[in-house]
């Protein structure tokens, strides 16, 4: 799964960065919605287009986190129940990985149509971005990382 990893966070970045207001800078920290349509300068067609891909998507994407949230509840309850059953947990977890699969492979195609409409410059502009926050990220997680000889907690 590590592959997934890297068109993952691609997927979740970019669908975060866009998420939101389109119209006008969002105010706070980070690109979101309109922030990052200034930044990337999307023409006003360029909005409206992925305006509607994230409309044309939204309804799947609820139904596949409804899915998502009633099998982890479905996990839950096999894992808790007694006696222990190993082969329930284990059908409720590939259920559940199954479905996080779908839902990948759709953010994934989701962002592979908002990529679409974005300019060469727009798509080098949202990966100078993206390598910006991973770097952030990396020093976030090394701050945060334990030091050698002290317990997690």
Sequence with gaps: MKIAKPFALSALLLAGLLAGSRAEAQPGPGFRGGRLFETLQLSDGQKAAIDELFAANRGNARSLHQRFQEQ???????????????????????ELANLQAEMLVQRIALMNQV???????????????????????????ERHRPQAGQQQG
């Design 115 to 141: 990529s679409s409409v974005l300019t060469a410059d727009q798509k080098a502009k949202l990966e100078e971005l993206r390598e910006e926050r991973k770097a952030h990220f990396q020093e976030w997680r």
């Design 72 to 94: 982890r509840q479905l996990l839950r309850n096999a894992a808790q129940a007694q006696p222990f059953d190993e082969d329930a947990v284990r059908f409720q977890a590939q």
